[in-house]
């Protein structure tokens, strides 16, 4: 079965850092591009990062610029979102995606995490 | 950057009719890359349709996507009750690298 697991999300006082993982099983990891999508409650989706397959490429929305880094390591098939800075708009559901696990494509996202929820607040 | 626009917001209508939503970009999608999702309440989004019109996965044949350039369709052709929920268009391409419209929200009559 194909599978995306986050962890890490909780609650972080404006300016602090959190560090979210993303455990992934049921593809060949190490060949996939990675993104973080997040959804702040009751509102739309907003893409917030992607990182290649080899993790020698990345790119960020302008929003978190600056202030969140996307990393892997694909020897534990694992994803990584470090935010840093943080700010109350941050606080969001944040998923784990990839594409291509289940469809000869790379444009749009087949495989979603649960999400894991982040709130920044005092 | 590229925005895509969605409508309608919501749109109301019974199981066994037709729905049609729409999602314009304000630029041409490159390649026609663009993508459906399907979201319910407590639930992560779902793929339907990518490359403009290719169903994902599993997905049913009463899901179809339509459009080119910068104006696309998801249409369902007979409304299950499952099929009420919230719809996300999303392009692949341009700055930024994705972006996601609105959402229309299709609710029962």
């Known amino acids: 079965e194909v599978k995306l697991e986050e962890s890490g999300g909780g609650l972080v006082q404006p300016g602090g850092s959190l560090r979210l993982s993303c455990d992934a099983s049921?593809?060949?990891?190490?060949?996939?591009?990675m993104n973080w999508v997040r959804q702040a409650p009751g509102k739309g989706l907003e893409w917030v990062s992607y990182i290649s397959g080899s993790g020698n490429a990345v790119d960020y929305a302008e929003s978190v610029k600056g202030r969140f880094t996307s990393s892997r390591d694909n020897a534990k098939k694992s994803l990584y979102l470090q935010m840093n800075n943080l700010r109350a708009e941050d606080t969001a559901i944040y998923y784990c995606v990839t594409s291509g696990a289940t469809i000869p494509a790379f444009d749009a996202f087949d495989i979603w995490g649960q999400g894991t929820m982040v709130t920044v607040s005092s | 950057e590229i925005v895509l626009t969605q409508s309608p917001g919501t749109l109301s209508l019974s199981p066994g009719e037709r729905a049609t939503l729409s999602c314009r970009a304000s630029q041409s999608v490159t390649n026609n890359y663009l993508a459906w999702y399907q979201q319910k309440p407590g639930q992560a989004p779902r793929l339907l349709i990518y490359g403009a019109s290719s169903r994902a996965t599993g997905i049913p044949d009463r899901f179809s996507g339509s459009g080119s350039g910068t104006d696309f369709t998801l249409t369902i052709s007979r409304l299950e009750p499952e099929d009420f929920a919230v719809y996300f268009c999303?392009?692949?391409?341009?700055?930024?690298?994705?972006?996601f419209g609105q959402g229309t929200k299709l609710e029962i009559k």
């Open positions: 999303q392009q692949y391409g341009r700055s930024p690298r994705y972006s």
């Open positions: 049921g593809f060949a990891f190490n060949t996939h591009e």
